[in-house]
């Protein structure tokens, strides 16, 4: 046992640590002497290896390339392969490497210390060495050249006895010409996770296997019918392609037992790629993409990996919920963004995966929170929190409670255990580090699982976006652990729904806790206050448009995207993006604009005075209304009052020129301004001001006109004058062939010896007057000029 106290979780007794010094100290005099006698540059050499090796990783970097099986159980064959490298200036001669398994580590802490220092040459010499032929012996490594071993021993040499986590350090041994006798030159310390037999309690894990990726859509849409998107680069493309990071997430966890947490925004951005899209370029106009065939079978193999499976939908876009929080919630507004983003997410996925899913999860950026943090989360409608357990800490328990926790108001967190999430972290490119990585997290779920006989309900939230290498990590290890014996996977609502440990800590923590640095990744103020800006716009811009669905859609779901998470360290793409947003929108709306006009002039008291609008969107515009003002309603008068407002209507393509009655009450100059409004009130677009000048009608003008106007007054009399004269005479004529004709009648009518009577004589004034005698009024009429305005008899 004295071997096994070099290891975290033992603790030697004080008389062997007095012992140990003091063989030390024995054993360094000799050394001493020797350094004494040797010439001076190398016994410095000498003394800086002894240094080195005393305080750190050794002159030889032992790297574990591969350690199968990760678990191993009773009959297997436990075969670890790696490199040896030289990384000293001297050739290491007698090398061997061998392996050393230390007693079973007591803790999870020690899990975790172990792994810290992984090639720490302090305590590279303890635990049982195995020995006989299960070493690899090399003749001599050159400085700076890499060289492999491999060896294969039966798991029963090993000596494993109780179920546990045993520390297994691969060393390697040798001497240089400056150290004449053999030593530990280098180490690589990992895990062997025992556990042969069936647990008597299994722990119930969650992994989450999460399907992001950054923002790679515009608000840009082409003027076609079918609205063809705009990406921002064809990196999507890539991501997706076989090999590739999304491709290989989805390779990987067809397998698993995972419960699936994806982002509606990657979902459109492939489904839009399917089929017609462009890409920005640095041409005027963006280049046709060419990778629909990728995107259709990545959805293809994602629709047939889902199938069956637990599927959680994060708002559209992955919003930042700590920045919302801190920065956004005195933005107004800004949480009405967070409600139309999760609105949209149910929707997203089951049009392109026909699935399900579950929205009622919110997952903050690496499970940090605080009580703002929450609010804001479960603002929208989620009642459940991915947190993490180096957030929401446990005080005085001895064992890793259950993830669900009630922290009031109906929300339940759901504590991610952050030791087994941040197993695959970091640069996992290199074997060796991801062989590690997948030990270290069997290595902490199996001493979870020996804590306590308590069923315990545990979830795993792994980095947001993992790389290639770090989903094969995460897959190798979770493909280990479900064919383990220790532990059996459980969807994510279980987990949120199972029994809470009443000892578990409940309280959320301040907000003063919160991680600063996390916190100077935040999104600021001035971003949330931009997104304002642009949905103000861009609610004026669709109470005119006929079809507002193209422009609302596009432009809702990129304010969506502003507020990613994934633009955390990437500032200035963040900036950029948002003011593309708003300036494309602002393009837009000045597609429906007022002419510009110069200064009009009114001759006269009243005139009109026309107002074009026009309209270079694909769509027609209305409900939008025409306000002409006077500025000086004193001088000028528009519709009787000092405004007038008009209703419009444009096609798409189109303007339309209105005119607006106005009257001028004095001469001079007076200003107008011609601006859009929403039927609401509100102003669209810039006004346009110009100048109306009132002229009077001058003495010169009016003396011509009035010239004008008396010689055709005189014209007219004269002609009239000379009608009248010749009615006249036409009348006397008239009269007088009547007097006549009488008179001979009367005659004829005498009898024969009687004689004749005088025209005129009282006979005719007895007799009856028949119709066709004349009446005498005509000898009353005057035969000289008629006067003016006298009518004339015809």
């Given at each position: 046992m004295a071997e096994a106290?070099?290891?975290?979780?033992?603790?030697?007794?004080?008389?062997?640590?007095w012992l140990r010094r003091a063989?030390?100290?024995?054993?360094?005099a000799p050394l001493l002497a020797g350094l004494l006698q040797l010439p001076a540059p190398v016994a410095h050499a000498a003394v800086q290896d002894s240094v080195k090796a005393a305080t750190g990783a050794g002159s030889v970097a032992v790297a574990v390339d591969s350690l199968t099986p990760s678990a191993p159980t009773a009959g297997d064959t436990l075969t670890v392969s790696g490199t040896v490298t030289n990384n000293g200036k001297q050739t290491v001669t007698g090398a061997q490497v061998d392996l050393r398994v230390g007693a079973p580590l007591a803790t999870r802490s020690a899990v975790a210390t172990t792994a810290d220092r992984a090639d720490d040459l302090a305590g590279a010499g303890a635990g049982t060495e195995v020995g006989g032929k299960y070493v690899a012996k090399f003749a001599q490594l050159t400085p700076g050249i890499a060289q492999s071993f491999s060896i294969s021993v039966p798991v029963d040499a090993l000596k494993l006895k109780d179920d546990g986590v045993y520390p297994l350090n691969v060393s390697l041994s040798g001497q240089t010409s400056a150290r004449l006798w053999e030593q530990t030159l280098g180490v690589q310390r990992t895990f062997l996770p025992w556990h042969p037999d069936a647990a008597a309690t299994a722990t119930r894990t969650t992994v989450l296997w999460p399907l992001l990726s950054t923002v790679h859509m515009t608000a840009e849409t082409g003027s076609d019918e079918q609205q063809t998107p705009v990406f921002l680069d064809d990196d999507l493309a890539k991501e997706i392609s076989p090999g590739g990071r999304l491709d290989q997430l989805v390779t990987l966890g067809r397998s698993l037992d995972v419960t699936w947490v994806i982002d509606p925004d990657l979902l459109a951005s492939v489904d839009a790629m399917a089929d017609r899209y462009t890409v920005r370029s640095d041409l005027d106009t963006p280049t046709a993409g060419a990778h629909q065939a990728v995107a259709k079978r990545w959805l293809a193999e994602l629709q047939d990996a889902v199938r069956g499976k637990e599927v959680v939908a994060l708002p559209f876009g992955d919003p930042d919920l700590a920045s919302l929080a801190h920065n956004g919630t005195g933005v107004t507004g800004s949480l009405n963004q967070l409600k139309a983003a999760t609105d949209v997410a149910a929707t997203t996925v089951e049009?392109?995966?026909?699935?399900?899913?579950?929205?009622?999860?919110?997952?903050?950026?690496?499970?940090?929170?605080?009580?703002?943090?929450?609010?804001?989360?479960?603002?929208?409608?989620?009642?459940?929190?991915?947190?993490?357990?180096?957030?929401?800490?446990?005080?005085?328990?001895?064992?890793?409670?259950?993830?669900?926790r009630p922290i009031g108001?109906?929300?339940?967190?759901?504590?991610?255990?952050?030791?087994?999430s941040t197993a695959f972290t970091g640069d996992l490119t290199r074997a060796s580090t991801s062989t590690l990585a997948v030990q270290k997290f069997l290595?902490?779920?199996?001493?979870?699982?020996?804590?306590?006989?308590?069923?315990?309900?545990?979830?795993v939230a792994p980095p947001r976006m993992p790389t290639a290498s770090q989903a094969q990590a995460m897959a190798e290890a979770v493909t280990a652990l479900q064919n383990g014996t220790w532990s059996q996977p459980q969807q994510l609502t279980a987990a949120a729904s199972a029994k809470p440990d009443p000892a578990a800590a409940t309280k959320v923590p301040a907000q003063s806790k919160y991680s600063a640095a996390l916190r100077k990744q935040e999104l600021p103020r001035s971003a949330f206050e931009r997104m304002a800006a642009t949905q103000a716009k861009l609610d004026n811009f669709?109470?005119?448009?006929?079809?507002?669905?193209?422009?609302?859609?596009p432009f809702g779901r990129a304010i969506n995207r502003e507020?990613?998470?994934s633009w955390r360290g990437r500032v200035t793409a963040a900036r950029t993006f948002r003011q593309d947003v708003?300036?494309?929108?602002?393009?837009?709306?000045?597609?429906?604009?007022?002419?510009?006009?110069s200064e009009t002039k009114l001759s006269g008291r009243s005139a009109t005075i026309p107002v074009t609008v026009q309209n270079n969107l694909v769509q027609g515009v209305d409900r939008l209304v025409l306000r002409l003002t006077s500025t000086n309603p004193t001088r000028l008068e528009i519709g009787g009052d000092d405004y007038s407002e008009q209703l419009i209507e444009v096609s798409g393509g189109h303007s339309t020129t209105v005119k607006f009655t106005t009257s001028a009450n004095v001469n001079g100059q007076t200003s107008v301004v011609a601006q859009l409004y929403t039927e609401d009130g509100r102003q669209y677009g810039a006004p346009v001001r110009f100048d109306v000048k009132v002229t009077e009608i001058t003495a010169a003008a009016m003396l011509v006109i009035g010239g004008g106007v008396l010689l055709l007054v005189l014209a007219g009399f004269r002609m009239y004058t000379q009608r009248k004269r010749a009615a006249a005479r036409e009348a006397e004529e008239d009269a007088r062939d009547g007097a006549e004709a009488p008179e001979d009648a009367a005659i004829a009518a005498v009898p024969e010896g009687r004689p004749a009577e005088e025209p005129g004589a009282e006979a005719g004034a007895d007799a009856p007057v028949q119709p066709s005698d004349e009446t005498l009024d005509t000898a009353a009429e005057s035969t000289g000029p008629s006067g003016t305005g006298e009518r004339v008899d015809r």
């Amino acid at each position: 046992m004295a071997e096994a106290a070099d290891f975290p979780g033992t603790t030697p007794s004080p008389a062997r640590r007095w012992l140990r010094r003091a063989g030390a100290l024995l054993a360094a005099a000799p050394l001493l002497a020797g350094l004494l006698q040797l010439p001076a540059p190398v016994a410095h050499a000498a003394v800086q290896d002894s240094v080195k090796a005393a305080t750190g990783a050794g002159s030889v970097a032992v790297a574990v390339d591969s350690l199968t099986p990760s678990a191993p159980t009773a009959g297997d064959t436990l075969t670890v392969s790696g490199t040896v490298t030289n990384n000293g200036k001297q050739t290491v001669t007698g090398a061997q490497v061998d392996l050393r398994v230390g007693a079973p580590l007591a803790t999870r802490s020690a899990v975790a210390t172990t792994a810290d220092r992984a090639d720490d040459l302090a305590g590279a010499g303890a635990g049982t060495e195995v020995g006989g032929k299960y070493v690899a012996k090399f003749a001599q490594l050159t400085p700076g050249i890499a060289q492999s071993f491999s060896i294969s021993v039966p798991v029963d040499a090993l000596k494993l006895k109780d179920d546990g986590v045993y520390p297994l350090n691969v060393s390697l041994s040798g001497q240089t010409s400056a150290r004449l006798w053999e030593q530990t030159l280098g180490v690589q310390r990992t895990f062997l996770p025992w556990h042969p037999d069936a647990a008597a309690t299994a722990t119930r894990t969650t992994v989450l296997w999460p399907l992001l990726s950054t923002v790679h859509m515009t608000a840009e849409t082409g003027s076609d019918e079918q609205q063809t998107p705009v990406f921002l680069d064809d990196d999507l493309a890539k991501e997706i392609s076989p090999g590739g990071r999304l491709d290989q997430l989805v390779t990987l966890g067809r397998s698993l037992d995972v419960t699936w947490v994806i982002d509606p925004d990657l979902l459109a951005s492939v489904d839009a790629m399917a089929d017609r899209y462009t890409v920005r370029s640095d041409l005027d106009t963006p280049t046709a993409g060419a990778h629909q065939a990728v995107a259709k079978r990545w959805l293809a193999e994602l629709q047939d990996a889902v199938r069956g499976k637990e599927v959680v939908a994060l708002p559209f876009g992955d919003p930042d919920l700590a920045s919302l929080a801190h920065n956004g919630t005195g933005v107004t507004g800004s949480l009405n963004q967070l409600k139309a983003a999760t609105d949209v997410a149910a929707t997203t996925v089951e049009t392109v995966l026909h699935v399900t899913p579950s929205t009622d999860f919110a997952w903050p950026t690496e499970g940090a929170v605080d009580p703002s943090i929450v609010k804001v989360a479960t603002s929208a409608g989620a009642d459940k929190v991915i947190t993490r357990s180096d957030s929401l800490r446990e005080t005085g328990l001895t064992y890793t409670p259950s993830a669900a926790r009630p922290i009031g108001g109906g929300t339940t967190a759901v504590v991610a255990d952050a030791e087994l999430s941040t197993a695959f972290t970091g640069d996992l490119t290199r074997a060796s580090t991801s062989t590690l990585a997948v030990q270290k997290f069997l290595a902490q779920s199996l001493a979870l699982n020996l804590q306590t006989g308590r069923q315990r309900s545990i979830v795993v939230a792994p980095p947001r976006m993992p790389t290639a290498s770090q989903a094969q990590a995460m897959a190798e290890a979770v493909t280990a652990l479900q064919n383990g014996t220790w532990s059996q996977p459980q969807q994510l609502t279980a987990a949120a729904s199972a029994k809470p440990d009443p000892a578990a800590a409940t309280k959320v923590p301040a907000q003063s806790k919160y991680s600063a640095a996390l916190r100077k990744q935040e999104l600021p103020r001035s971003a949330f206050e931009r997104m304002a800006a642009t949905q103000a716009k861009l609610d004026n811009f669709e109470l005119i448009l006929t079809d507002e669905s193209r422009v609302v859609t596009p432009f809702g779901r990129a304010i969506n995207r502003e507020m990613a998470t994934s633009w955390r360290g990437r500032v200035t793409a963040a900036r950029t993006f948002r003011q593309d947003v708003q300036t494309y929108l602002t393009t837009l709306t000045s597609q429906v604009k007022l002419i510009e006009k110069s200064e009009t002039k009114l001759s006269g008291r009243s005139a009109t005075i026309p107002v074009t609008v026009q309209n270079n969107l694909v769509q027609g515009v209305d409900r939008l209304v025409l306000r002409l003002t006077s500025t000086n309603p004193t001088r000028l008068e528009i519709g009787g009052d000092d405004y007038s407002e008009q209703l419009i209507e444009v096609s798409g393509g189109h303007s339309t020129t209105v005119k607006f009655t106005t009257s001028a009450n004095v001469n001079g100059q007076t200003s107008v301004v011609a601006q859009l409004y929403t039927e609401d009130g509100r102003q669209y677009g810039a006004p346009v001001r110009f100048d109306v000048k009132v002229t009077e009608i001058t003495a010169a003008a009016m003396l011509v006109i009035g010239g004008g106007v008396l010689l055709l007054v005189l014209a007219g009399f004269r002609m009239y004058t000379q009608r009248k004269r010749a009615a006249a005479r036409e009348a006397e004529e008239d009269a007088r062939d009547g007097a006549e004709a009488p008179e001979d009648a009367a005659i004829a009518a005498v009898p024969e010896g009687r004689p004749a009577e005088e025209p005129g004589a009282e006979a005719g004034a007895d007799a009856p007057v028949q119709p066709s005698d004349e009446t005498l009024d005509t000898a009353a009429e005057s035969t000289g000029p008629s006067g003016t305005g006298e009518r004339v008899d015809r």
